[in-house]
């Protein structure tokens, strides 16, 4: 068995109200490509960064080729040996490869690019050292960020998620690299959530959840299926009451969609839905699959490429917000500072940030009368409706956009993670306002990357999977259902 | 272990206060650097003019220390080892230390003047202000009686120097004493209007009898002069009557042509070269080079009477002054009313500048008159006993009744005998006449180097003290007093060329300069005279000369030892008086130096007085507080439409840019539209349209910025330069006027915004704060002002809520602009009624900080653009109390800003002391 390269025990990370790791062991060996395994939130990303010097661990400690080390920064880890290919590259643009390798090394650009040609030929990265970055292709980007770590001579390189950026053949490609760095005994942890790549790529598996380390296994000793379950887990269901869903007429028809997101990715890749009055469909997935994008090119806030988008029959496709707004498309985004509030204006004005009512005059008095009525109704917790809404705690926050999407008489609600971020009583309030709404014949389309919220909502699952409905399900939380849901979300198909 | 100490919020506000106590700092400091730099450069060009002087004299000493070293060497002078240095009062210096004095006097002037004008307003209790203005008022008008006074004493003393036949003196002194009893009693009214005008236009009429009666005397008294020299030369000369006569004849005929043709300068020219060949073919270079020079005081006096034509007028605009003063001030008793007093200050005020004005320029003239008869009187002396110094005149009187009787006996023989014999007589009179001119020669020599100095030195130091009065008078400026130190450096080389000539050709004449050597202890006969000017040959020279000078000696029986002791004391007294300049110079200096001591406390009342003026000067209504509303008005126009964008975090730094478009629509409309028949009624829509096209030129970087995403900073900025130079193509191209600027014609007259009363302030200032109103109901009363709070505030959110971001930075821009634009039209048919090149006044930039400090509410912006209107008004004021130049008020104003600025990141922080 070959030596341990590097070990954490006992790491504990608290982020204000959050418990993000919580005790957990982890080590590598030389040679070997060791998988972290989780949800979002899970602690993947946050064990890492750990471990890459970018936050400090509350409890525990880290050893490097079994001597204990105390990691300053990213600097200092890469010194140690340490290097971690982040999701968000960390390259100029504006310089050349070889220039951004050059950086922080006292090796001048035209030496470096003798070496980085060294490096491509030995690992099959291929890269021109004179391109300029801004001219590379997100797979070129990230094997420079490679050749950099071992550039520097890292013997741990760790890869955040670094096929979701990838085509099949860039996949491969790295797959290929990374074979040939663990040749040469070269640590890597691998970060993933795509179960056929785990399957491909790993010497062990680690799965986290909640923080925790589930288990860790080794090759031979894990399937698709095992992992799938070790992932998702067992959700407590909360006990929420509700009656049988009664599903009305159809309210919203989502027909073969295509959509790209910001960066210009496909995002949606013909999805198709249904939504019927009186019924909540949850949607599970791993986050980054298309939720963000369904969800605005419903509220028309995202332009359709291809498909249709019917709303009680009528096509609402590429029309305004606006539009969607009086035909009764409420939004409850996930994002609740960055997009659903304006933080520096009044909490009455939010309450009235999106209306229906086409007014020119604005009657302060009025609205402040309106938001009075709401901020009781809602049991919004503020010293005045004047107060920017800014100064409100998340659930408080929260309670506005539901306070005042719920007052456009909404058809339709679309709510993105709207617990995410709240306490046990916050979260109860959004749900029972939800089941609530769908009891008067609102249409709910409930994206969640959180699969208790989606057991203790939904009336249907459907899965979402590289911008497509993969497959639905039923909200039963049995060990074989959520096992289902798992693998579909790690695009397995079943 | 952490201790934190929290300061109250509202503590926070300390900060800008803080800041402005800062720049206010910064500003005293930078005006009393400026106000002490100005008379230490003054001190400077005094303490360098000192340098060249002491230079000078310094060179004299070291000569003359040589030439004792030598005779010392030689053996010949035991006496010159014991010589006093610095002794004696030198005239030369007195004369030198005369010149300083006049420049130390109107230094001291000056700062009097500063000092006086530098004294801060005494506060009185409300009650007394109006008749502390009234005296005030009075103090004016005594002041421009009294400059008055002065300018008619001036006429008076050039008419009693060059028209004693003039018979105005009793009105003169009737009118002097009116005047001096206004002086006295103070009061104001009923004596004024006891003052007979008349005595005033006698005054005038005898200064014209002067202008006519002057050029006519000096002609006279000149052609009478050199008729007489023309005399005394057919005596001497020895050549046929008949060529030199006519010769003469045509040099006069020239020279009467010259003057009867109002002195044309060629015509002297052609006489003085004919006198030129006189002077090559016969002996008389001497007088012909007198007349040559007294050729030159005729140029001058020509120039002079034209001065005299200028006081003239001068005197007589001063008298019409004078006559509106005394009409206003009946008024002002007749209905006392406050305004009136106002205007009757304001109009004696400026009188009374003109009035002094006037008195200077008198002054100067009465200087050139005096010099230029100084001049002639030497002239006379010189040709009446060819000898000024007593001593001398024995000689030359001997000689001349001598050549007198020579030529008187040449005169008779002439007509009695026969041309034979006149030929033997005229042989006779040619030895006669060869001694003559040996003296002559000397005395005319000594005559021109008096001629030239007194000419020379006279000439430069008046310019000298001229420019530097005028530098004084005009605030020091620095070109001004560099050409004066200039002028001074000039005069310190002539008096160089001058000493040497003096010390180098002949020492003995310059008596009246007063640095020669006495003559009675010398000069024993003509020959010594002769051996005594060419002793520098001797000194510098070879054994030869030395022999032969004792040879001379011997032959003339002179002692060695008494020749020694003359030369001597002659190089003695040099030295004692060269010693005694720089003693006295040193002191002056150091008395100057003392005087200086003073700029320190001045400077330091001018930081208090800019103080002042900064801060109560704008808004006191009878004094800046018009400009400040009219500065305020375009500042208010360009700072709401800025609120507007700025609140939604549209950066539009264009607001400049889309005032020139109101401007120039404004104009268009006004000159080429409405034009044929312009009315008041059209006034509206020139406003209207005007804001129309401020609105279409922000409308397009809203386009460039809601589309294609253009940074609205650049796009705005950009069109500003756009604006700016197709403004300056229309001034300078087809809207210019008919005139020699680049400048537009005058609106019609209908369209002139109506002002308040008689005052500057026009009615723009009600539109724009009726403006103002229209923008707080924009912003805080409709729902398209909360969308663009929302758009400001997180455009996210907006978009999400259904809010067209676009057409709302496009409208808002729109609007932005056509706040800009009107504010522009307004200037135009407010303010300016024209438009001129170069015309940038920068409201648009301005408006930027104004909506900044406003912190962008709509009532916080008609506040802070009023302080902002006095704050520009105040450094102004700076400008012209201060006589700062506008830069350095710029920078003042700058750094104020700045702190301001910088201050407001600042507000946003709690200060918070933390100690570990």
Redesign the interface.
């Known amino acids: 068995m070959s030596s341990t390269l590097l070990e954490v025990r006992g790491i504990v990370k608290r982020f204000p109200g959050v418990l993000a790791l919580d005790g957990v062991n982890f080590d590598l060996r030389e040679g070997e490509v060791h998988t972290l395994l989780g949800e979002n939130g899970a602690g993947k990303t946050t064990l890492m960064n750990i471990i890459f010097g970018l936050y400090r661990a509350d409890e525990g400690e880290i050893l490097f080729k079994g001597k204990r080390v105390h990691i300053r920064s990213p600097y200092h880890a890469l010194q140690l040996g340490i290097g971690m290919v982040q999701q968000h590259f960390t390259l100029v643009p504006s310089f050349t490869v070889a220039e951004n390798i050059a950086l922080g090394t006292r090796d001048t650009p035209s030496r470096v690019a003798a070496k980085i040609r060294g490096i491509s030929e030995e690992y099959g990265l291929e890269v021109d050292p004179h391109a300029k970055v801004w001219q590379l292709s997100v797979g070129e980007r990230q094997r420079v960020e490679i050749i950099k770590l071992l550039y520097a001579g890292a013997r741990v390189v760790i890869l955040d998620e670094p096929t979701a950026v990838l085509t099949p053949q860039e996949t491969e490609a790295l797959f290929k690299a990374v074979r040939k760095m663990t040749s040469r005994g070269t640590g890597v942890i691998f970060i993933s959530h795509k179960l056929n790549e785990v399957m491909e790529i790993s010497s062990r598996v680690t799965v986290l959840r909640k923080g925790k380390v589930i288990g860790t296994l080794e090759r031979g000793e894990f399937d698709q299926n095992k992992l799938a379950r070790m992932m998702v887990g067992r959700e407590v269901v909360m006990e929420i009451e509700r009656e049988k869903a009664r599903p009305g007429e159809l309210v919203i028809k989502v027909e073969d969609v295509h959509a790209r997101s910001d960066k210009g990715h496909i995002a949606l890749n013909g999805i198709s839905l249904e939504i019927r009055a009186g019924e909540i469909l949850g949607i599970a997935g791993v986050a980054g699959n298309g939720q963000r994008e369904l969800a605005e090119v419903i ?3 995202r332009r359709v490429e291809s498909g249709k988008i019917e709303f009680l029959g009528k096509d609402l496709t590429n029309t ?6 009086l035909a009764g498309i409420a ?1 409850i ?1 996930q994002d609740r500072k ?8 009044s909490v009455a ?1 939010n309450l ?4 229906k009512e ?7 008095r009025e609205i402040f009368g309106h938001a009075r009525r709401y901020i009781e109704e809602y049991k919004i917790k503020t010293p005045s409706p004047a107060t920017a809404v800014k100064y409100l705690s998340g659930g408080n926050m929260q309670k506005v956009v539901i306070a005042r999407e719920f007052s456009l008489d909404p058809r339709l609600i679309i709510a993105v993670h709207p617990t995410r971020g709240l306490d046990v009583a916050s979260m109860e309030f959004v749900y029972r306002s939800l089941i609530k709404a769908r009891d008067k014949g609102v249409a709910i389309l409930l994206l969640a990357g959180e699969l208790y919220e989606i057991f203790n909502l939904s009336d249907r699952v459907g899965v979402i999977y590289e911008g497509k409905i993969v497959g639905y399900t039923t909200p039963d939380p049995t060990p074989e259902n959520i096992e289902k849901i798992g693998l579909m979300m790690a695009g397995v198909a079943v | 272990m952490e201790k934190r100490l929290d300061i109250p919020k509202w503590a926070g506000a300390v900060v800008p206060i803080i800041s402005v106590v800062i720049a206010l700092l910064i500003m005293g400091i930078v005006i009393y650097f400026y106000m002490y730099s100005k008379p230490s450069y003054l001190k400077r060009a005094v303490f360098g003019a000192f340098n060249e002087y002491r230079s000078i004299i310094y060179r004299i000493p070291e000569k003359s220390w040589d030439r004792f070293e030598k005779m010392l060497k030689a053996g010949r002078l035991k006496s010159a080892i014991a010589i006093p240095k610095g002794k004696l009062s030198s005239n030369v210096s007195s004369f030198a230390i005369s010149r300083l004095e006049e420049v130390f006097r109107s230094t001291e002037e000056s700062y009097k003047f500063v000092r006086d004008t530098s004294e801060t307003v005494k506060s009185f209790p409300k009650e007394f202000k109006e008749l502390q203005e009234l005296y005030e008022n009075i103090g004016y008008i005594i002041k421009a009686y009294s400059a008055l006074n002065r300018t008619i004493n001036n006429a008076k003393s050039i008419m009693n120097n060059e028209c004693n036949d003039c018979d105005l003196k009793e009105g003169m002194d009737s009118f002097v004493e009116n005047l001096s009893k206004v002086g006295a009693l103070g009061d104001l009214i009923s004596d004024a209007k006891s003052i007979d005008l008349s005595d005033v236009e006698g005054t005038l009429k005898g200064l014209e009898k002067i202008k006519l009666e002057f050029p006519k005397e000096v002609k006279k008294i000149f052609l009478e002069k050199m008729a007489k020299s023309v005399k005394t030369i057919s005596h001497r000369c020895p050549i046929s009557r008949s060529s030199w006569e006519d010769l003469l004849t045509d040099y006069k005929k020239n020279v009467d042509d010259a003057i009867s043709s109002g002195f044309n300068p060629f015509l002297f020219e052609k006489a003085s070269v004919i006198l030129d060949n006189i002077s090559v073919y016969y002996c008389f270079a001497p007088v012909v080079r007198i007349w040559n020079n007294s050729l030159e005081p005729l140029y001058d006096l020509h120039k002079k009477v034209s001065t005299v034509e200028q006081v003239y007028s001068q005197l007589s605009s001063a008298s019409r002054s004078l006559q509106g003063v005394l009409k206003s001030l009946e008024k002002g008793r007749t209905f006392f009313v406050k305004d009136t007093v106002y205007s009757t200050a304001r109009y004696v005020k400026n009188s009374y500048k003109r009035l002094e004005l006037d008195a200077f320029t008198a002054s100067v003239f009465s200087k050139r008159i005096k010099s230029l008869k100084s001049l002639y009187q030497e002239l006379e002396d010189l040709y009446k006993g060819l000898g000024t110094p007593s001593e001398m005149k024995k000689n030359v009187e001997r000689i001349s009744s001598e050549v007198k009787q020579l030529s008187g006996k040449i005169e008779k023989e002439k007509n009695a005998l026969s041309e034979d014999f006149l030929k033997t007589a005229e042989g006779y009179s040619k030895d006669a006449i060869d001694s003559f001119a040996k003296v002559q020669n000397e005395l005319f020599q000594r005559g021109s180097i008096e001629a030239d100095l007194s000419k020379y030195l006279g000439l430069l130091m008046d310019t000298y003290t001229y420019k530097l009065e005028e530098a004084l008078r005009s605030g020091i400026g620095r070109l001004k007093l560099s050409m004066a130190y200039s002028q001074l450096k000039d005069v310190s080389k002539d008096l160089t060329m001058f000493l040497r000539n003096i010390a180098d050709y002949c020492p003995s004449l310059s008596d009246k300069m007063k640095l020669s050597l006495d003559y009675e202890t010398y000069v024993f006969d003509m020959e010594a005279l002769r051996i005594h000017t060419s002793q520098q040959i001797v000194f510098d020279s070879d054994k030869t000369k030395m022999e032969m000078e004792e040879a001379f000696l011997k032959e003339k029986k002179i002692t060695k030892e008494k020749y020694m002791e003359v030369l001597g004391k002659t190089l003695d007294g040099h030295l004692q008086r060269v010693g005694a300049i720089l003693n006295d110079l040193e002191s002056e200096l150091r008395d100057l130096t003392k005087k200086f001591g003073q700029v320190s406390k001045v400077s330091w009342i001018a930081v208090g007085k800019a103080f002042k003026q900064l801060s109560t000067w704008p808004f006191i209504p009878s004094q800046g507080l018009p400009d400040t509303i009219n500065y305020m008005t375009p500042l208010l126009f360009t700072g709401l439409g800025l609120i507007l964008v700025f609140q939604m975090k549209l950066w539009n730094i264009g607001a400049e840019g889309q005032f020139y478009l109101g401007v120039m629509t404004a104009l268009w409309l006004s000159l080429f539209v409405f034009d044929k028949h312009p009315s008041v009624a059209e006034v509206p829509v020139i406003l209207f349209v005007g804001g129309l096209a401020g609105a279409a030129w922000a409308a397009i970087a809203g386009a460039l910025k809601a589309f294609l995403n253009i940074d609205e900073i650049v796009s705005t900025l950009m069109l500003n330069y756009i604006a700016f130079h197709w403004m300056e193509y229309l001034v300078y191209g087809p809207w210019k006027a008919p005139t020699n600027f680049p400048e537009t014609n005058e609106i019609p007259r209908q369209f002139f915004l109506p002002t308040f009363g008689t005052s500057r302030v026009h009615i723009g200032v009600i539109i724009a704060m009726s403006l103002t109103i229209i923008v707080y109901l924009l912003m ?7 969308d663009l ?2 758009i400001g ?2 455009p ?9 971001i676009a057409k709302n930075v496009v409208l808002a821009m729109a609007v932005s602009g056509f706040f800009a634009g009107l504010g522009g039209a307004t200037q135009i048919l407010g303010f300016e009624h024209k438009l001129y090149h170069g015309y940038a006044p920068g409201y648009g930039y301005t408006g930027i900080i104004i909506a900044w400090l406003a912190r962008l509410d709509p009532w916080a912006t008609i506040l802070v653009s009023f302080l902002f209107g006095g704050f520009l008004v105040g450094g102004d004021q700076i400008q012209l109390v201060l006589k700062l130049p506008k830069a350095v008020v710029v920078a003042i104003e700058g750094v104020i800003l700045f702190s301001l600025i910088a201050s407001e990141v600042l507000f946003k922080y709690r200060i918070r002391v933390v100690r570990k």
Not at chain 1, 338 to 345: C, D, H, R, V
Not at chain 1, 352 to 355: A, E, W
Not at chain 1, 359 to 364: A, D, I, L
Not at chain 2, 780 to 786: L, N, P, S
């Open positions: 509220t028309g806030l305004s917000v606006i539009d969607r707004i939004y985004p960055g997009i659903a509030l304006s933080p520096n204006l004005e009235f940030l999106r209306r086409k007014k020119v005059w604005f009657n302060k | 805080r009363k409709t729902w398209w002002g909360f709070r929302a505030d997180n996210n959110a907006a978009r999400y809520s259904g809010i067209d």
